[in-house]
């Protein structure tokens, strides 16, 4: 799938796709976007967390806001709201820091006006799960898990991402280049 850096894609992209492919059109093929109430909430919802500048220390786990995130593998680039490194037991195998002691294991969490959707609509998950697989690209190890923060229930909901999910993932994104390359929203809408 990889390819020339103009091809790449917003990984954000995956959730309007997973939804509803006529609106990830209007957004990315057509630039058709105007905001509402919605996403006026959604952005101060984001405030706090899309603060690259805010940096938090919390005995075994750091926490960095607005990571920018890339996989070249599937051409998709973004920022990650959150994401914790949570300090490794000895031998359980993660990431060395700058200026850290140890072993840290990346776990994105991916902030949300909103509350969680029923278990059919994965949409959340699947955006959750791209940035993940960049991070394990970019991190070269990993990432069993992650978690959504919900604003509306101001609670996280775990998120395992799991093979399946993955899977679905890749081919949404796959589609999504064609379509992209195309310039049409093709197939059911």
Not at 55 to 66: D, F, N, W, Y
Not at 87 to 111: F, N, Q, T
Not at 139 to 145: A, K
Not at 175 to 187: A, D, I, T, V
């Amino acid at each position: 799938m990889e390819g020339d850096v103009e091809d790449y894609l917003m990984l954000s992209g995956i959730q309007h796709f997973a939804f509803c492919k006529r609106q990830w059109a209007l957004i990315h093929l057509e630039q058709q976007w105007a905001d509402n109430v919605l996403t006026f909430e959604g952005h101060l919802f984001h405030e706090r967390a899309d603060d690259p500048f805010i940096k938090e220390s919390r005995g075994s786990k750091i926490v960095s806001r607005a990571m920018p995130v890339v996989s070249h593998k599937l051409r998709v680039y973004g920022v990650a709201d959150v994401v914790e490194f949570h300090r490794c037991a000895d031998g359980e195998g993660g990431i060395s820091l700058p200026s850290r002691k140890g072993e840290w294991r990346p776990y994105p969490v991916e902030y949300k006006r909103g509350k969680p959707k029923p278990d059919v609509d994965v949409y959340d998950e699947l955006q959750l799960c791209v940035q993940a697989m960049c991070l394990e690209e970019m991190l070269g190890v990993h990432i069993p898990e992650g978690s959504l923060y919900y604003g509306e229930t101001e609670h996280r909901v775990r998120v395992e991402l799991h093979e399946c999910l993955r899977f679905q993932a890749v081919s949404l994104l796959e589609e999504m280049h064609e379509m992209f390359h195309s310039g049409k929203c093709q197939g059911r809408i």
